[in-house]
């Protein structure tokens, strides 16, 4: 069982959706990040939290600790909003000890 | 503006040969990292350096190699000892290994031909 699990694999939405993402993680962490993989390869960090909720514009980050728990949702969903979001998990020994999920592949039709 | 440049975008190399891939960063960040994107799976690192002229062996490091001379810059090799090298390559920073921020290039598509 991979330590960091992401669901669904793939998703595909219609412009204007809610769109919820959801990562699962079975290690101890000191913090969690959302990450987006746009179609030409590079990758930005969109959130990094360690509790509780964030949120950027239309995206919204949530963690639940004890249920070893994240959620990314993106409200108003649009078709730039298509790519890969990955999940990823750090301990206390920081960024060179981060687990990667498999990342979810995010579609929105016009 | 501050980030993280790598290069070449797209490489082909024929079996046998080696190949370097660049990264140079201007974030003044201590540690640098490369990872390695397969389809389908999470990303894994392959080198880091925690400070100039020191750098630790990652999950997957057989059959690569890397620098680190400077501080801004972390080249890696990807040696004709790697048996399947086609992948996607990225590198990253952050401020020292101590912290969880990270921060990604633009990545560097491999191809072996």
């Known amino acids: 069982k991979n330590e960091v699990e992401q669901s669904p694999q793939n998703l595909t939405a219609q412009e204007g959706e809610f769109i919820t993402i959801n990562c699962s993680y079975s290690?101890?962490?000191?913090?969690l990040h959302w990450l987006q993989q746009h179609p030409g390869g590079g990758i930005v960090s969109l959130f990094m939290?360690?509790?509780g909720k964030k949120k950027h514009g239309r995206l919204i980050a949530t963690i639940n600790i004890q249920e070893k728990h994240s959620s990314l949702h993106i409200t108003a969903s649009h078709p730039r909003d298509s790519a890969v979001y990955i999940c990823?998990?750090?301990?206390?020994?920081?960024?060179?000890?981060?687990?990667f999920g498999q990342g979810t592949r995010l579609t929105i039709n016009p | 503006d501050g980030g993280i440049t790598q290069s070449p975008k797209y490489l082909f190399r024929k079996e046998g040969q080696n190949v370097t891939l660049s990264c140079e960063q201007n974030?003044?960040?201590?540690?640098m990292y490369w990872y390695r994107q397969d389809p389908g799976q999470g990303l894994r690192l392959i080198y880091y350096?925690?400070?100039?002229?020191?750098?630790q062996k990652g999950d997957i490091a057989e059959g690569y190699s890397v620098s680190r001379e400077k501080k801004e810059s972390f080249p890696l090799t990807v040696t004709s000892a790697q048996k399947n090298p086609t992948a996607f390559y990225l590198c990253?920073?952050?401020?020292?290994?101590?912290?969880?921020?990270?921060?990604f290039g633009e990545g560097s598509w491999l191809t072996v031909v």
């Open positions: 990253a920073s952050s401020p020292d290994s101590s912290r969880n921020t990270i921060y």
């Open positions: 290690v101890g962490i000191s913090a």
């Open positions: 939290l360690s509790s």
């Open positions: 990823a998990v750090g301990g206390i020994q920081g960024a060179q000890k981060l687990v």
């Open positions: 974030l003044n960040h201590d540690a």
């Open positions: 350096s925690q400070i100039v002229n020191d750098f």
